[in-house]
């Protein structure tokens, strides 16, 4: 039996060699054979057809006598459109020569601009753009399409020895060509021969007519016959109306429609990077700023004049304009078609922000689904301001007649992003379920949507350049149209870019300016990416991120007195001090230990405590004036409760204007002193904050043994403390 079991072994170790020895010669034969089609010995059109990502491409290929005869003959560069770019293509037909250069070129030596095989050899557009964060890596854009490094730079030879190159781009690129059903033979025009042939273009049906009367009339053909690379904003016949704004379009408006020695396609446009246009001189500067509303291909897309220093007929301020039809390339740079005259300022806060409330269709586009539908319907309801306005005009269209009646106005409007937060919409939601009950009716309802858009709305004309000269070492405030609410602003300065944001906090809000210093005849609009009023933060997050209330923040998160604030089943009222009223009662307590306070945590826990009140309600300042005129008793989360007295009465705050307003003054029964309240009513998910200008201390509160004696020494380590504590929520902000 043994001897058979090792025969047997030794049998079926022979056989598993021959089984290796075969699969051996399987794999080596599979080799050789993907070896044979291995980039060192394809072709590059091999390797296009081997490709099933670029089918359609290499379909087009084969398709066109010349391109595929090119591909077997001749050195090149492709630049391949993937299929899915196919299927986002929405052109007639693709012109597989504009996607072909008779040299060799990759990525690392391509220019500024790349000649194509097509009829003329007009050029393809190369722009670089680095990479955020100090990466140091660079996207490539070839016209608006990006090209695809990662599956880039393949270099092979074709069957007669010449060097090809292919690069993988995300869209189809699509050069200037005629109308059908035009004889019209004129190929890689120049900006000015377009204006003067716009009618025989594939442009979609758009028209320039007053426009190119313009340029006529004041003898402008010069700047678009310039040599080089230039970008050229045109606004089409539409954007001329209604009179008066042809009147008021002459050579200094038209310089301020070219941006100049600057190639700026959609895709890869520096976003919120002012660039200067031909206005940009010494008594008259604009410049223009791109800006995307929505993600990826089908993004709209702005463009924002602003006139820094203006003059007697071009008012100082930015105009919006949407771009009707992007992209078209010219000899001398690209076209992009805009919906209006930019620099022109003639239409009122309340008709921008009614116009502004629709997007403009692809006249061509249009033009079909208006065919196929048989509607008559121009504009399609998903402008940047869409969602404010249908708001208003389902809810509150009473607010119109407000804005209408307004000689100067700010009006911050929330994009149609800030209105899709889930808290927002809920809070929508709410009003319209109301609105099928007739709940409408109920003055609280009402009143809370009025109090949210006048929170909006500021009664003078506020400019960004306004607010960062008001703003430098203090907080600049204003009123608004909601009762006794203000609008706080922040100016913040990236620390790598050193571009400055600037935040406006409203009703417990901070949002962000997202769009500026938009100008109309009666004021300005600002584009903000929150809607003020509707609290997003709990008490807890909002001490967190709110620069003006460090102190109180880090105070509390070393006892984990803050834990309870993120707490939805409590509604709390704090009454915070400001950083500034901390610092302020040190410099006056000389002897007061700061140290000993801070690592006390149960003296920080017994200071706080009295501070925040803790009922099934919150209390606005106004609830608590109108509860009493005498001593009112507050729960709070400590073992004592919180006896104060309220009034109003005007004052003036030195911190952002010598104008007499109402406010709201604290007395804490334990001191007897008028306390302002600097912030009233900064609404959070789960309570209010208010915001005071003194801490409720006791002289003898705040322990003054320790080792620090000095009054300067204890005001050093608070202003560190405050200076580090606000650069750490920035840095960690940007």
Not at 20 to 45: K, W
Not at 366 to 393: C, R, T, V, W
Not at 560 to 566: I, K, R
Request: glycine share 6%; hydrophobic share 35%; net charge neutral.
């Amino acid at each position: 039996m043994i001897p058979t079991m090792i025969e047997g072994r030794s049998s079926g170790a022979a056989s598993s060699g021959r089984l290796a020895l075969l699969l051996t010669a399987v794999m080596t034969l599979l080799v050789t054979t993907v070896a044979s089609r291995t980039p060192v010995s394809m072709t590059l059109e091999e390797h296009i057809s081997d490709d099933p990502d670029l089918s359609q491409f290499y379909d087009l290929i084969q398709g066109n006598p010349i391109a595929s005869a090119a591909l077997k003959l001749r050195a090149l560069t492709i630049f391949a459109p993937t299929n899915q770019a196919f299927q986002r293509y929405q052109g007639n037909r693709t012109i597989v020569l504009y996607h072909i250069s008779t040299v060799a070129l990759p990525l690392e030596q391509l220019g500024s601009t790349v000649i194509s095989d097509f009829d003329g050899n007009p050029p393809i557009y190369v722009t670089r753009r680095r990479q955020p964060a100090g990466s140091g890596a660079e996207d490539i854009f070839v016209n608006n399409a990006k090209v695809i490094r990662s599956r880039s730079n393949v270099q092979l030879t074709n069957q007669m020895g010449k060097r090809q190159v292919l690069h993988i781009i995300d869209d189809v690129l699509t050069p200037l060509t005629v109308n059908p059903s035009t004889s019209f033979e004129l190929y890689n025009l120049d900006a000015f021969q377009f204006i003067q042939n716009a009618e025989n273009l594939d442009i979609n049906q758009h028209r320039i007519r007053s426009f190119r009367q313009k340029i006529n009339v004041f003898r402008k053909d010069d700047i678009y016959k310039a040599v080089g690379g230039h970008t050229f904003l045109i606004p089409v016949e539409e954007g001329f109306k209604p009179p008066p704004r042809p009147d008021m379009i002459d050579r200094k408006v038209i310089d301020g429609h070219v941006i100049p020695n600057n190639v700026i396609f959609t895709a890869p446009s520096p976003l919120n990077d002012p660039l200067e246009t031909l206005a940009f001189e010494d008594n008259l500067k604009v410049t223009v700023t791109f800006f995307r509303q929505g993600e990826g291909k089908n993004a709209k897309v702005y463009v924002r004049s602003n006139t820094v220093i203006g003059d007697s007929r071009h008012a100082s301020g930015a105009v919006l304009a949407e771009i009707v039809k992007a992209n078209i390339p010219v000899r001398n740079g690209v076209i992009h078609l805009i919906h209006r005259p930019l620099m022109v300022v003639d239409t009122t806060v309340l008709q921008f922000l009614e116009h502004y409330k629709t997007h403009h269709y692809d006249a061509h586009a249009h033009s079909e689904e208006q065919n196929s539908s048989g509607g008559s319907e121009k504009e399609k309801e998903d402008g940047p301001l869409f969602k404010f306005y249908e708001l208003i005009a389902d809810y509150a269209p009473d607010f119109f007649r407000t804005m209408q009646n307004t000689q100067q106005m700010t009006l911050f409007a929330p994009s149609n992003e800030a209105l899709s937060h889930p808290i927002v919409s809920n809070f929508i939601s709410n009003l319209s379920s109301n609105r099928t009950t007739k709940a409408l009716d109920d003055p609280g309802n009402r009143e809370k949507l009025r109090e949210i858009l006048h929170l909006h709305l500021v009664r003078d004309s506020i400019t960004t350049d306004k607010i960062r000269k008001n703003n430098q070492n203090q907080i600049y405030q204003v009123p608004t149209g909601a009762d006794k609410r203000f609008l706080y602003f922040n100016v913040i300065t990236n620390r790598y870019t050193h571009n400055q944001t600037i935040t406006v906090e409203g009703g417990g809000v901070n949002a962000t300016i997202i769009l500026s210093d938009i100008a109309a005849t009666n004021g300005y609009l600002h584009i903000i990416d929150r809607v003020l009023g509707i609290p997003y933060m709990t008490v807890q997050e909002k001490i967190e991120t709110d620069p003006m209330l460090n102190l109180t923040y880090q105070f509390g998160r070393y006892n984990q007195f803050n834990e309870q604030l993120n707490k939805t089943t409590k509604r709390f009222t704090y009454f915070i001090p400001r950083d500034k009223a901390w610092m302020q009662w040190f410099q006056e307590h000389s002897g007061a230990n700061l140290n000993s306070f801070l690592t006390d945590i149960y003296q920080t826990r017994s200071v706080l405590e009295r501070h925040l009140v803790v009922a099934d309600r919150v209390f606005t300042m106004s609830d608590l004036k109108n509860m009493s005129n005498d001593s009112l008793i507050l729960p709070t989360v400590g073992p004592h409760n919180l006896q104060i007295r309220v009034k109003e009465e005007e004052r003036t705050e030195d911190d952002y204007t010598s104008t007499l307003q109402s406010g709201f003054y604290i007395q804490w029964r334990e001191t007897g002193k008028w306390i302002p309240v600097f912030r009233p009513d900064v609404e959070c998910t789960n309570g209010i904050i208010h915001v005071i200008d003194a801490p409720l201390v006791r002289d003898n509160d705040i322990s003054t043994s320790g080792t620090m004696k000095s009054g300067v020494s204890s005001m050093t380590t608070l202003l560190i403390f405050v200076t580090f504590g606000f650069l750490a929520k920035v840095l960690a902000n940007h």
